[in-house]
């Protein structure tokens, strides 16, 4: 946790803080684990998983949830960077549709992922101070897009379920500065500043965030899901942790 304020930036780019030769072990392997679908390799280079997990600190043995796992991409990678001992939560939301909760009870059936468990919960059913890392990627935006969701809730729900010094690595498709939340349900972007502000309302600390995922070339005025720029939008990766005491 970084104090009197202070936040660590990191440009990751290539040859950079984290590079290939210190990523480690049981994320090198995880990423590079022969089982993984191949639609899921196909966009390591762009997604870049390794280097996502070393920003994020998992380590062997931790208790993570993968919260709105989507098709299982980092589900995948998770279980097998925490390895046997630890545990990978694959958490959806009630209500739900079945497309989006099926992939990751697909995962949790097959024996080569035995540890992960596909949960369809509140956040707030989690126990308290369980939790060593809360993962959500590419879908913080869509939280605000939920009728009669308490996004600030939530996150303070994330806060109760995290051990003391766990953290909340949040990553997410960049809007424009200034914008808010006003383009989550349109161009489900959101504004990096403002998803700062609201998670640390609840409590959380930033730590750190990445360059990692940045692409300056964006022009944050179309859909994330248009062909010009899918799969290569700007995005911002923000560790957030819960303070110790």
Not at 214 to 236: A, C, E, L, M, Y
Request: zero cysteines.
């Amino acid at each position: 946790m970084m104090t009197s304020g202070l936040v660590l930036t990191m440009t990751l780019a290539a040859g950079g803080a984290y590079a290939a030769d210190k990523i480690p072990d049981n994320i090198a392997a995880a990423v590079t684990d022969p089982g993984r679908p191949a639609n899921d390799t196909a966009r390591d280079a762009d997604r870049k998983p390794g280097e996502s997990l070393t920003f994020a600190g998992v380590k062997t043995g931790g208790n993570v949830v993968d919260f709105v796992p989507g098709g299982g991409y980092f589900t995948r990678i998770l279980s097998k960077a925490v390895g046997p001992k630890g545990h990978v939560t694959a958490l959806s939301l009630p209500g739900s549709p079945d497309k989006y909760v099926a992939p990751s009870q697909a995962i949790a059936a097959d024996p080569a992922y035995s540890n992960v468990t596909a949960a369809v919960q509140n956040v707030g059913d989690l126990p308290a101070g369980s939790v060593d890392l809360f993962w959500t990627a590419q879908n913080y935006h869509d939280l605000h897009n939920v009728t009669d969701a308490d996004v600030a809730a939530l996150d303070k729900a994330i806060f109760v379920a995290l051990k003391p010094g766990g953290t909340f690595l949040v990553i997410d498709h960049a809007d424009a500065a200034g914008t808010g939340f006003k383009d989550t349900n349109t161009l489900h972007r959101i504004d990096v500043e403002a998803v700062k502000k609201e998670v640390e309302n609840a409590g959380f600390v930033l730590a750190a965030q990445s360059d990692l995922l940045k692409n300056p070339t964006d022009p944050h005025t179309v859909v994330v899901f248009d062909p010009s720029i899918r799969g290569k939008t700007d995005q911002f990766m923000l560790k957030f942790e819960k303070p110790k005491k």
